[in-house]
């Protein structure tokens, strides 16, 4: 569905990542990350439960992605929100939900 969605846009999926199914916010993503960072895109989509989606969009940004990062996910965006803000470092810019 995304990939005819993006179709019908003119654009299409510079690179894909998966984890395991169950991975949780304290495992590193930085393998996923890495994938996706070399094929410099303009934006991410990530879909996945929200610990998961969470714990992508911190180790993305402590890799230094800075793109626009849309999550869909099962779970709202006010579960996702407290694992994004205990990662808050002093140096990064501040979320905003």
Excluded: C, W
């Excluded at 930085?30 to 180790?59: K, M, Y």
């Amino acid at each position: 569905m995304l990939r005819h969605s993006l179709a019908l846009r003119h654009l299409k999926i510079a690179a894909e990542a998966t984890y395991q199914r169950g991975a949780d916010y304290e495992r590193s993503y930085a393998e996923q990350v890495a994938v996706i960072q070399a094929s410099q895109p303009d934006a991410v989509i990530a879909i996945g439960v929200n610990t998961a989606s969470a714990g992508f969009i911190r180790d993305a940004r402590d890799a230094g992605l800075t793109v626009p990062i849309a999550n869909i996910s099962p779970a709202a965006l006010e579960d996702m929100l407290p694992f994004l803000l205990s990662s808050h470092k002093k140096n990064r810019p501040r979320l905003h939900a």
